[in-house]
């Protein structure tokens, strides 16, 4: 075989080439350059609706069927997430704990604990035959958490190389989050950070945990291929008696006040700026939440077309690329939007920054530009539900009282937001009184310059 293999390749590569074209392929620069690629029509997605069953009084189980995928994802979602009820951070630590126990459980499977302002969450990818153990598992853990003190010192100290790591510049992002929701008036929150989470003991962890993962607050989310027999069945063995559980602790939500800051500063050897802007969003359940999720694709999402990467990166040469995500570990939903810089230009990136938030809130917004950037966020939307991170989409929907109908309906009626109705969301929600700048970097060579929030927005003035 290998013998008729090598003879076919020779005789192939031994026979005539093609004969030259009669025209030439490229007649000039100009004719080689092609039009651009027209966008492809997308509609809304619609989500699955999932099987739901409940306890009376204890947790809910969703169940979405996705037979073409190889794993199946199971989320345990709490109501109570680190909302200030507890240190902030803790909560986090706690779940960080419970990742680690499930790991153990779970070897060499995909575990993620978590804990934002409005949630908690516990994460596995498992194989389909897996499932009922899981739950089994998950209650568990869960019902009657157990927490030593090693475990607590090793969650501890993991949180705290994240926070710490000089690489990812976490720490002043978390400074910046601080300042954002009023936390503190101090520039660097490295101590009580640290303070926060010495002050935490196996027992206070474990009482925490019991508090935040009361049954009715509780959801269990499958997604994949499963046995919906067995599935239901092991919910039931798990959870069917789990009722009760301690009364809420309050919630210390943040104040609504400008930060003492208008931007941060972190000086480092690097060549390589790093520029954030920091600014309060709607929460996930909010009515305008679709809206303003499709003007951050307008400002800086997943596409190089967004109007920061057509601005610094494609007419000016000012970053590699810039981009905007929403965050939600903090206090509350905030939008984060970011870039690379070389340290000599950050002036000129930021003042162009400024222009283009200033930009959204003065309008006009194309109906092109609208239309692309709506085809793009249908179109990520689509890519979540088909896959296992539909179970994170509907655990969030969950704890914010919004089912798979209320969710695919409010991201269709972006169908009928016009221009006029995405400006009045960019006045109402990107007004610099809430924004916040960071910056890290080799500044030594720039001089000093101020970032300055006014009724016109954030801007730059020279010592």
């Known amino acids: 075989m290998r013998l008729l293999t090598l003879t076919l390749l020779l ?39 999932p099987t739901r069953s409940e306890i009376a009084g204890g947790a809910t189980l969703l169940r979405a069927a996705r037979p073409g995928l190889s794993e199946t994802r199971v989320v345990l979602v709490s109501r109570r997430g680190d909302d200030g009820a507890h240190p902030r951070g803790s909560v986090d630590v706690a779940a960080e704990v419970l990742e680690e126990q499930l790991e153990a459980r779970f070897p060499h499977r995909d575990v993620n604990g978590r804990a934002t302002h409005d949630l908690l969450m516990l994460r596995l990818d498992v194989a389909p035959e897996q499932v009922p153990g899981v739950l089994g598992a998950l209650a568990e853990h869960v019902r009657a958490p157990r927490v030593s003190a090693e475990e607590l010192e090793r969650a501890r100290e993991a949180w705290l190389r994240v926070l710490e790591n000089p690489s990812t510049k976490t720490m002043l992002l978390f400074t910046a989050l601080e300042h954002l929701h009023g936390g503190s008036d101090e520039l660097d929150v490295h101590e009580a950070l640290h303070q926060r989470l010495a002050d935490l003991s196996a027992e206070r962890v474990q009482a925490i945990l019991a508090e935040r993962l009361a049954p009715s607050d509780v959801a269990l989310v499958v997604v994949g291929p499963h046995d919906a027999g067995a599935t239901e069945d092991a919910f039931r063995r798990a959870f ?224």
Do not use: M
């Not at 004719?31 to 509609?43: G, I, K, L, T």
């Not at 930021?350 to 530009?369: C, H, K, T, V, Y």
């Open 240 to 463: 069917g008696d789990w009722t009760g559980g301690a009364a809420r602790r309050p919630a210390q939500r943040p104040a609504l006040a400008p930060p003492a800051r208008a931007a941060l500063s972190k000086p480092s050897g690097a060549s390589l700026a790093e520029v954030r802007y920091l600014c309060r969003a709607p929460g996930f359940g909010a009515r305008d939440r679709a809206p303003y999720e499709l003007l951050i694709e307008i400002l800086g999402g997943s596409s190089l077309g967004s109007r920061l990467n057509q601005e610094l990166r494609t007419e000016r040469g000012l970053t590699y690329a810039a981009g905007a995500y929403l965050d939600s570990s903090w206090g509350s939903d905030v939008l984060i939007v970011g870039a690379g810089l070389a340290s000599d230009r950050v002036e000129d990136a930021l003042r162009r920054f400024f222009d283009q938030l200033r930009s959204l809130r003065r309008g006009p917004i194309a109906e092109a530009e609208l239309r692309t950037a709506r085809t793009r966020l249908w179109a990520r939307l689509r890519h979540r539900a088909e896959g296992l991170a539909l179970a994170g989409l509907l655990a969030r929907g969950w704890v914010h009282g919004l089912d798979a109908d209320a969710l695919g309906r409010r991201y269709a009626a972006l169908a009928e937001v016009d221009q006029e109705a995405l400006g009045q969301v960019a006045r109402r929600r990107l007004g610099p009184e809430f924004g916040l700048i960071t910056l890290s970097g080799d500044f030594s060579q720039v001089g000093g310059f101020w970032v300055v929030r006014d009724e016109r927005g954030l801007h730059l003035e020279r010592d």
């Open 11 to 49: 005789c192939a590569c031994g026979g005539p080439s093609l004969p030259p074209p009669a025209q030439p392929l490229v007649r000039s620069p100009y004719a080689a350059r092609p039009d651009a690629p027209p966008v492809h029509r997308v509609e809304a997605p619609t989500l699955p609706t």
